[in-house]
């Protein structure tokens, strides 16, 4: 089957998606090295970094941001090591994936609600060049949907946890490879954390899967802007409260952060899995960690924070039945009259959306960050015992419950409604 | 200290208490953040730290008012030092009042152990170590080896 123009801009506007989601998280990775630091330095009433700086004609430190200029730059320039007997390909090959594998999730994150498009049809051959490759096709610009993510899987929470349990292998391998014991130690601490934790991460989340009763992100995103009781916008947090409190902390542990650091211990095998590690590998490993702990903010905004939505705001208005507020974008007389106004007020509510989804994940990445700096880290067998002892019972009754209380709203939905009147 | 206590249901059950830390921590972050009220960081090389006039820095001799030195080189300074960073070589002194005066005066800064159990010794108070000195710092080993000269001019 040809590809048609239709087809060919979805998959340029996809390809666009792909350096936006890279260039963000990157970004913010970047900026996590120095956030880090610094965060932790002001809660413990120190300064931080702040030392790094510009002489141009002013002595430029800005709040020591040029850090993050600084450090990259140092590590590049020192010894690439490998240790004798390490396995080469694998040693190289580890941070390789612990870096490659959280990157891929934001494949299927949407960070915006979907935008419909009515402008008008154009044909291959009004358009320059583009009518030579596509001889007799039109661009259906009168009602072209433009999705904000890079693939609409309908299995996304799956390729999520696909995705995230081969974080594994980068953590395993670098151990292992590095023919040291203290690595090999630290990858063994992380493999069997992550697999304990994997259970109560992957429970936790069929509770969500339950209630808005698919897989697919974009679906789970799009129900978390109904309305329950038509007031309380039925966020993962409010129908999820339990399961969203045992996804975060699992998550943590996922992700190797404190109060989960046990891979790492300076005082007892060093840096763990990458004790052997030097230069730009490391740097890999680092900044795994770093993107990693953008993936699970990301994912938390997503399942339980509603995504992109904003409460009561879409793109045909504001709405809120049970105040019986109601605001449609086409009740305005200036919106009616100009026909490109409604496009452009659509258009801002997606900026809107995707700006509140920014807002979303910044939040839970700070909020991660307060953690790692408020809470000491637990013992090795508090972790396992946290992990199958309280974490996976409450998951399992988390699940129990969400079951007996949708049953119940669907007996109840109908009474509620006659009561309430909307 | 506090007796161990028994915890309560609710110190038991983990999340508030939780909470309570993160409220604690987030309460310091946006004070910080915003103010700057609480940091007790002192940004060194362009803010001063208020020192105690107590504080032992780096060793002086003191002078008379003709501009020599104090010191009659009894050796009690050397003796006394637990560290045996003085070396005093006495020689005769051309003042008549004066039995004896230091031909040499070294301190080994990088043996001393700043206890100023020299300071407290001397019968003359010639050896102080009120310079209030932070910045003392120096490229090569051989600068920290203070001669009679270095510890006069000051």
Redesign the interface.
Known sequence: MPLTLDDTLHLLISLVWVLVVFGAVLTLAGFLTWVERK?SA??????GPNRANVRLFRNWRLFGLFHIMADPVKLFFKEDFIPAGANRVLHTLAPIISLAVPLSVFAVIPFAGPLQIHWKDLAAAQIPLVGRFFPGDTLHLSDFLVTFQVADLNVGILFIFAVSSLAIYGTMLGGWASNNKFSFLGSMRAASQMISYEVGLGLAVVGVVMVYGAVSLSTIVTRQGELWLGIIPKWGVITQPLGF?LFLACGMAEIKRAPFDLPEGESEIIAGFFTEYSSAKMMMFMFGEFVEWIVLGTVVATLFFGGWQVPYLSSHGINIPLLKIELLWTGFSYVQQHPLALQLVQVGVTAVQAGAFAVKVLFFVWLIG??R???PRFRYDQVMKMGWKMVLPLALINIVATGVLLLCEQNLKPILQKVLGY | MGRKRELTWIERFYFPEIVRGLLVTARHFFVNLFTQREIQTFQWPEEERPISPRWRGRHRLNKREDGTTRCTACMLCATVCPSECIHIVAGESPDRKYEKYPVSYVVDVFRCCYCGMCVEACPCNAILMDTQDMRFGAGTPEQFILTKEQLLDW
Do not use: G
């Open positions: 965060m002001i809660m413990q009433d120190r300064i409190l307060l953690v700096w408020t809470l």
